[in-house]
């Protein structure tokens, strides 16, 4: 499984209305793999649901609110609500513009 783990990747976010975001999904999905997790989800999609966990003093949020460039988030993620799924313990780490995770 260690092959599906991301060591690091750029990141870029872009404010994209709901119906651009479609026309941009409809057009790169000749150019990708569709997510084994997706595929026999209706529109492709299956829902991400995290927990992210911060001190008493919100630290973690202040480091991003700030937009300080080298910082972490702790988050417990999972995909759906049945009782037998996992449930992930993730450090996603920014170093300048490299998430690591």
Excluded: C
Aim: aromatic share 12%; hydrophobic share 30%; glycine share 2%.
């Amino acid at each position: 499984m260690s092959d599906r783990l991301q060591n690091q990747r750029s990141e870029l976010k872009y404010h994209v209305p709901e119906e651009k975001a479609r026309r941009i999904r409809d057009y790169v999905q000749a150019y990708l793999e569709i997510d084994e997790y997706g595929a026999g989800q209706p529109d492709l999609s299956y829902p991400t649901l995290s927990l992210y966990l911060d001190s008493d003093a919100l630290d973690t949020y202040w480091h991003t609110i700030n937009g300080d460039r080298n910082r972490f988030k702790l988050r417990l993620r999972y995909y759906d609500d049945q009782p037998n799924t996992p449930v992930f313990f993730e450090i996603k780490r920014r170093v300048n513009h490299v998430i690591l995770k």
